[in-house]
């Protein structure tokens, strides 16, 4: 039986499969989530790297949750392809999930300049608890780490580092900082400050 099917297990995601189950009780609802975890804040990585919240305060529900709004959670399982004419997904495990209707709330995956990978053990995106654990592997009083990109992600992550004690430098190919969602002269007080601040 086809029914609904949510790709991402992150706030929207989960604020998705609260709204179906208030509008359709018995529906199915499947919930694919390409991480082992449970449902975490994402906002908060960059806390856990600061040091102002340990693991554990990162989820937003309990294991029971899902089980109480009765959603199967398809944990480690990834979407692979959408086939839109067939109302179908397929997994990476080769399943395929037909469905009624379907929500797209994967989020956004970084992006690495010509000549990096993610794949190397010192470089990472930030954009999973896996890899936020990766960098704070890396967080050590007086540490050199470079910030590649200068955008609100970017910012915020310099700005963990260094309350973490490491000496960050931030790389941008704009000309300012934030150069997507502010005017060049918040850009420069936002940089200034940041300089004042190591």
């Known amino acids: 039986m086809s029914g609904y099917v949510i790709i991402g297990n992150s706030t929207a995601g989960l604020a998705g499969a609260q709204a179906l189950r208030q509008h359709d009780p018995c529906a199915k609802i499947t919930v694919i989530s390409g991480e082992p ?72 995956r970084p992006v690495f300049p010509d000549g990096f990978s993610g794949e190397n053990p010192a470089i990472t995106g930030l954009r999973t608890i896996d890899d936020a654990i990766k ?24 700005c963990a580092l260094r309350e973490a004690g490491t000496m960050p430098e931030i790389i941008v190919s704009s000309p300012n900082l934030l150069s997507q969602v502010s005017d060049d002269e918040a850009a420069r007080m936002v940089q200034a400050m940041l300089t004042s601040r190591g």
Do not use: W
Not at 49 to 61: K, M, S
Not at 78 to 87: F, I, S, T
């Open 37 to 108: 975890h449970l449902p975490y804040s994402r906002v908060l990585l960059t806390h856990l790297i600061a040091g102002h919240v340990v693991r554990d305060q990162l989820d937003l529900t309990g294991p029971e949750f899902m089980d109480r709004l009765g959603i199967t959670l398809l944990s480690g399982s990834r979407a692979v392809n959408v086939e839109l004419n067939l109302k179908e997904v397929l997994l990476d495990s080769g399943e395929k999930l037909q469905y009624k209707s379907l929500l797209v709330a994967a989020g956004s």
């Open 135 to 158: 960098i704070c592997r890396h967080v050590v009083p007086g540490a050199k780490i470079i910030v590649v990109g200068g955008g609100p992600v970017g910012v915020k992550l310099a």
